[in-house]
């Protein structure tokens, strides 16, 4: 079993920055892919950034990329988000998530799921 437990949302103006940090506790750090997700009013849960067990391949969902940045801290059992230049469609729920086996960017392949933190970016 991995709990994990996100903090660092809030609201931003546009062009403003925030740093999202996911606390993962249970299984050994190391041995998940961990993940970020968000999910819109009315829209699908998308992937946004993952980041492979050894922290050494990242991927990025396209709208995002130069703009968000994952890694992960092992001595903290901590994965971070830091999002710069944020921009009104970036508002939405930001899932953190762990899956023990691969490594990917659908949902169906994780396993643990925290619960969320909002993130609301002002015009």
């Known amino acids: 079993q991995v709990q994990l437990v996100e903090s660092g949302g809030g609201l931003v103006q546009a062009g403003g920055s925030l740093r999202l940090s996911c606390a993962a506790s249970g299984r050994t750090f190391s041995s998940v892919t961990m993940a970020w997700f968000r999910q819109a009013p009315g829209k699908e849960r998308e992937f946004v950034a993952a980041?492979?067990?050894?922290?050494?391949?990242?991927d990025y969902q396209e709208s995002v990329k130069g703009r968000f940045t994952i890694f992960r801290e092992y001595g903290k059992s901590t994965v971070y988000l830091q999002m710069i230049s944020l921009k009104p469609e970036d508002t939405a729920i930001y899932y953190c998530?762990?899956?023990?086996?691969?490594?990917?960017?659908?949902?169906?392949?994780?396993?643990?799921w925290g619960q969320g933190t909002q993130v609301t970016v002002s015009s």
């Open positions: 998530a762990a899956q023990r086996g691969g490594y990917g960017g659908c949902v169906p392949e994780y396993n643990y």
């Open positions: 980041i492979s067990r050894s922290g050494g391949t990242t």
